[in-house]
């Protein structure tokens, strides 16, 4: 096994299987980490049960909802491998994506953090013109984008890796003590990658690989007021380094 594959899940039936899908298609035989964040449909629950049986995944459920940041550390925590990708529960992967983000971290001592190119991105990683298509696309055409951005072989260095898909070194993550308990969800990964650029490390997009983000469903039904929530994290964030990115 090369990489974990860590994700934290709450309810949303229907996309959360579109995700596991494609897991099995691809990456059946890697690290997999599913952490039920205290889902309530009891849908998504049995299929969480149904599919960490029949494949051997590892599988952990909160008994109240800790948040994003809490599900990924628990995730980390029960992973098996260096490199470690937290994927939302609302992305389907391609047939190389995840192997092409684990072989850059491995091939580069000073990158720490690396993202794909996607449908559903507020920076530079996203591909504009499927933004308004990404509900529509099959399986098919979803490969096929995958297909095209092969030869596009670049490393961006980008302030934030959308954390839709974003793969990380374990080392790097524990060494500066994880996410910011003070951030459950929102803006968690702007500010540790703060910490992680601070640190001397780079975060990057890695342009010839694909994974689609539907958007915004993957914590959907958390209650949380997104805007608020995004808002109050960017001024925690300031407060804290001076600074956005």
């Known amino acids: 096994m090369s990489f974990s594959i860590i994700i934290p899940i709450k309810n949303q039936y229907k996309i959360v299987k579109m995700c596991l899908d494609s897991i099995v298609k691809y990456y059946l035989n890697q690290d997999v980490v599913l952490i039920d964040d205290y889902s309530t449909e009891q849908s998504t629950i049995d299929l969480l049960k149904d599919y960490s049986k029949q494949y051997n995944w590892k599988l952990f459920r909160n008994e109240q909802s800790v948040g994003h940041s809490g599900a990924c550390t628990k995730g980390i925590e029960e992973s098996s491998c260096e490199n470690v990708v937290l994927l939302n529960s609302d992305t389907i992967v391609t047939s190389k994506c995840l192997q092409i983000l684990s072989d850059v971290l491995d091939n580069n001592k000073d990158i720490a953090v690396c993202g794909p190119s996607t449908s559903s991105a507020s920076g530079e990683q996203l591909i504009k013109e499927l933004y308004n298509k990404r509900f529509t696309m099959t399986l098919d055409d979803i490969e096929a984008v995958a297909k095209n951005l092969e030869n596009d072989k670049r490393i961006v260095d980008i302030?934030?890796?959308?954390?839709?898909?974003?793969?990380?070194?374990?080392?790097?993550?524990?060494?500066?003590?994880?996410?910011?308990?003070?951030?459950?969800?929102?803006?968690?990964?702007?500010?540790?990658?703060?910490?992680?650029?601070?640190?001397?490390?780079?975060?990057?997009?890695?342009?010839?690989?694909?994974?689609?983000?539907?958007?915004?469903?993957?914590?959907?039904?958390?209650?949380?007021?997104?805007?608020?929530?995004?808002?109050?994290?960017?001024?925690?964030?300031?407060?804290?380094?001076?600074?956005?990115?």
């Not at 039904?221 to 380094?241: C, E, L, P, V």
């Open 159 to 245: 302030s934030l890796v959308n954390g839709c898909c974003a793969m990380l070194k374990k080392s790097v993550f524990n060494s500066i003590d994880g996410f910011d308990k003070n951030l459950n969800c929102y803006g968690n990964e702007k500010e540790i990658f703060l910490r992680i650029r601070a640190a001397g490390y780079r975060t990057v997009w890695v342009t010839n690989c694909y994974t689609h983000h539907f958007g915004k469903m993957s914590y959907s039904q958390s209650g949380i007021n997104i805007s608020r929530a995004q808002t109050d994290a960017d001024r925690y964030i300031f407060k804290k380094h001076g600074r956005l990115e």
